[in-house]
């Protein structure tokens, strides 16, 4: 099971930090990865890690502004989203995938890699 938290409203140019904790499997085996989403659209990858934390992948909206990072001895990954804009406003999800790493940057942001999501939790960005 994987449950996210820390989404809010913000003004823009502000921070939040999203976390995930897992339970029910073992953390340090899966890789993660934190998507987002709102109506209409489908759902983008933003950012993955690695199942040690070494390897790390962003997508061009978020590369620079957000960072990702896991700790296994909590079973938690978190997403640090920096200088937030209106157009990061979207639900926001968790996911795990059964491997260990990605040699591409594409799959990792693939939602097909990933086989167990969390609920979600909405992030809202004022101007």
């Known amino acids: 099971q994987l449950q996210a938290s820390g989404g809010g409203l913000m003004e823009a140019g502000g921070s939040l930090r999203l976390s995930c904790l897992a339970s029910g499997r073992p953390f340090s085996n899966y890789a993660m990865g934190w998507f987002r989403q709102t109506p209409g659209k489908e759902r983008e990858g933003l950012s993955a890690?690695?199942?040690?934390?070494?390897?790390?992948y962003y997508s061009g909206s978020v590369k620079g502004r957000f960072t990702i990072s896991r700790d296994n001895a909590k079973n938690t990954v978190y997403l640090q989203m920096n200088s937030l804009k209106p157009e990061d406003t979207a639900v926001y999800y968790c996911a795990a995938a059964p491997f260990g790493s990605w040699w591409s940057l594409e799959r990792a942001l693939s939602p097909y890699e990933y086989d167990h999501w969390g609920q979600g939790t909405l992030v809202t960005v004022s101007s």
């Open positions: 890690i690695s199942i040690n934390g070494v390897s790390t």
